[in-house]
C-alpha cells in the first residue's frame, strides 16, 4: 500500500463515518419518525457510526476474514506481557499530560487565566453507556484491526518498516481531529501499539493496551478526574514538569522491557 492511500483510506473513513452521523441527525431532528422517549437513546448514533464506517472499510477494502475468536483467545497470549502494558499505560498518562493542556500552558506564560474546570460526571445515563460502549469496545477493536492489523501491515509491504509504523500511526491521530489537543499522544500511542503488534504479530495486545487506556480516562472521568485536577493545581510548576519526566521514563522501560521480552511465535 501506498503511503498516499492509506492517507485517503483514513479520510475515507472520517466521510463515512460523517455521513451516517448526518443521517442519523436527519432521522432524530428533521422528521417525527422517533418518538420522545427515546431521543435520550441518540448518543448510541456515533457508536453505530463508528461500527458501520468501519465494518464498510473491512468489507470494501481490507477483505479479509477478521477471526475474531482467534484474537479473543486469551490461551494464545502471555501473561508475562500485561505488566508492561499496564506500565505503558500509567506512563503515557503521565506524559500526555502537558499535550493535553497546551493551551492552558500557553495562557499560563502569557499570564492568562486558564480553565480548572472539567466536564462533570452526570451519572450513569443512556449518554454515557453508548459512549462506553464506543470507547471500550468499539474503538480498542476497531481501531486496531484498522490502523495496526490493516493498514501497517499493508504500508511495511510496499515501504521500510519505520515508514509504516509513522503513516499508521499519522493516520491514526489524524481520526481524532476533532479533539486537535489529543493528536500529539494519539500519534505516540500509534507508534507504542505499531511496535507491539510488530514485536507480537498478535492485534490482540494492541487492542488490549487501547482498551486498559480508554478504561483509565474513564475510570478518572467517573471518579471527577481527580487526579487531572491534582496536577492543574500545581500550576505547571517543578513537580508538573518532574511527574512529566516521570512518565517518559515509566513509558520507555516499560516498551523497552516489553520488546526486550521473548516472545514464542506459536504461543
Not at 476533532?178 to 505516540?188: A, G, R, Y
Request: hydrophobic share 50%.
Amino acid at each position: 500500500m501506498t503511503i498516499l492511500k492509506a492517507i485517503l483510506l483514513t479520510f475515507l473513513l472520517i466521510f463515512v463515518f460523517s455521513l451516517t452521523q448526518v443521517g442519523f441527525g436527519f432521522l432524530f431532528y428533521k422528521t417525527e419518525l422517533i418518538p420522545e422517549y427515546l431521543q435520550k437513546h441518540i448518543g448510541i448514533t456515533t457508536a453505530i457510526s463508528f461500527l458501520v464506517a468501519y465494518l464498510v472499510m473491512f468489507k470494501f477494502f481490507w477483505k479479509s476474514k477478521i477471526e475474531i475468536k482467534e484474537i479473543l483467545n486469551i490461551r494464545k497470549y502471555e501473561l508475562k506481557f500485561l505488566p508492561y502494558l499496564i506500565l505503558i499505560v500509567f506512563g503515557l498518562q503521565l506524559l500526555d499530560r502537558p499535550f493535553w493542556d497546551l493551551e492552558r500552558i500557553w495562557n499560563y506564560l502569557n499570564y492568562s487565566e486558564f480553565e480548572t474546570d472539567f466536564s462533570l460526571f452526570n451519572g450513569f445515563n443512556p449518554a454515557f453507556l453508548y459512549g462506553t460502549i464506543s470507547t471500550l469496545i468499539i474503538s480498542p477493536i476497531c481501531e486496531e484491526l484498522f490502523f495496526r492489523k490493516f493498514l501497517l501491515k499493508k504500508l511495511t509491504e510496499q515501504n521500510s518498516q519505520k515508514i509504516g509504523i509513522l503513516i499508521s500511526s499519522l493516520c491514526f491521530a489524524i481520526i481524532h481531529i476533532e479533539t486537535p489537543f489529543n493528536l500529539i499522544p494519539t500519534f505516540i500511542f500509534g507508534i507504542i501499539s505499531s511496535l507491539i503488534y510488530i514485536k507480537t504479530n498478535k492485534i490482540g495486545y494492541s487492542i488490549l493496551l487501547h482498551f486498559l487506556i480508554n478504561l483509565l480516562v474513564q475510570t478518572l472521568y467517573v471518579f471527577d478526574l481527580t487526579f487531572d485536577r491534582w496536577l492543574l493545581n500545581l500550576n505547571f510548576n517543578f513537580i508538573y514538569w518532574i511527574m512529566f519526566l516521570i512518565g517518559i521514563g515509566i513509558t520507555y522501560f516499560g516498551i523497552k522491557k516489553l520488546l526486550a521480552t521473548p516472545y514464542k511465535i506459536n504461543g
